[in-house]
């Protein structure tokens, strides 16, 4: 039995996410009232993803509660409709997206911090938001991972979402190039038109490792449990 039952795990990170957020937008950054805003940023893309993921789990947790010893069918049917768009969230975005965000962004920070996340955003940003933004992402779907089983899409349709959001993405920072001038992230201003076009493309493809690794480890962790489980429902031998 779990230390903390999921939903109330479901809520608290909801919560943790609805504050980062709001702290994030109320600061006061020249970059915020650019072309594009808050959404140029793939970090704050994110967040909007992690907070609807769970906000989606708290609803499919309600869902679920009031539909317990209901023999309606449309209620039954809606709530399969919650499910499937939870787990579909998990394994095409809020997981991928999310461990892309933290990996992607501390290789580059450890690496040289100016390419990514300069300096001069410490006097706007302080530590525990960089962290909210750029740290807790990851031990949180780690924990969903761990607490909620998904019910992954076939892989072929799974990779296919993962490639839509990532070239969608990539697009729209072209063209915040193409409209500005300016590159949503100062690495880019460093790489000929060459690079860049390999640098995506490397984008694209980490972004659809994520999702396969994903894949791997919800399997590995709910078929071991499901061993566990069966296991211990095994009568004894005298």
């Given at each position: 039995?779990a230390?903390?039952?999921?939903?109330?795990?479901?809520?608290?990170?909801?919560?943790?996410?609805?504050?980062?957020?709001?702290?994030?937008?109320?600061?006061?950054?020249?970059?915020?009232?650019?072309?594009?805003?808050?959404?140029?940023?793939?970090?704050?893309?994110?967040?909007?993803?992690?907070?609807?993921?769970?906000?989606?789990?708290?609803?499919?947790?309600?869902?679920?509660?009031?539909?317990?010893?209901?023999?309606?069918?449309?209620?039954?049917?809606?709530?399969?409709?919650l499910?499937?768009?939870?787990?579909?969230?998990?394994?095409?975005?809020?997981?991928?997206?999310?461990?892309?965000?933290?990996?992607?962004?501390?290789?580059?920070?450890?690496?040289?911090?100016?390419?990514?996340?300069?300096?001069?955003?410490?006097?706007?940003?302080?530590?525990?938001?960089?962290?909210?933004?750029?740290?807790?992402?990851?031990?949180?779907?780690?924990?969903?991972?761990?607490?909620?089983?998904?019910?992954?899409?076939?892989?072929?349709?799974?990779?296919?979402?993962?490639?839509?959001?990532?070239?969608?993405?990539?697009?729209?920072?072209?063209?915040?190039?193409?409209?500005?001038?300016?590159w949503v992230?100062?690495?880019?201003?460093?790489?000929?038109?060459?690079?860049?076009?390999v640098?995506?493309?490397?984008?694209?493809?980490?972004?659809?490792?994520?999702y396969?690794?994903?894949?791997?480890?919800?399997?590995?962790?709910?078929?071991?449990?499901?061993?566990?489980?069966?296991?211990?429902?095994?009568?004894?031998?005298?």
């Open positions: 039995m230390l903390v039952p999921c939903q109330v795990l479901h809520a608290a990170i909801l919560l943790s996410y609805c504050s980062i957020l709001c702290n994030y937008k109320a600061i006061d950054m020249p970059a915020h009232q650019t072309y594009g805003g808050s959404w140029k940023f793939l970090t704050f893309i994110d967040l909007v993803i992690q907070a609807v993921f769970f906000g989606i789990c708290v609803l499919t947790d309600l869902s679920s509660l009031l539909t317990k010893g209901n023999d309606s069918q449309e209620q039954e049917r809606q709530l399969k409709k499910i499937s768009l939870r787990d579909w969230m998990m394994a095409v975005l809020a997981f991928p997206v999310g461990v892309f965000v933290v990996t992607m962004f501390w290789s580059i920070y450890i690496y040289d911090r100016e390419l990514v996340y300069p300096k001069l955003l410490d006097n706007f940003i302080p530590a525990w938001l960089n962290h909210g933004m750029h740290t807790t992402v990851l031990p949180f779907v780690l924990i969903e991972m761990r607490t909620t089983h998904h019910q992954y899409p076939s892989r072929s349709c799974g990779l296919a979402a993962v490639c839509t959001f990532a070239v969608g993405y990539i697009l729209w920072v072209c063209w915040i190039h193409h409209v500005t001038g300016v992230y100062p690495l880019l201003e460093h790489l000929s038109p060459g690079v860049k076009v640098f995506f493309a490397a984008v694209t493809v980490i972004i659809n490792m994520f396969l690794v994903g894949e791997v480890l919800n399997n590995y962790i709910w078929d071991t449990q499901k061993c566990i489980e069966e296991g211990k429902e095994k009568p004894k031998l005298d």
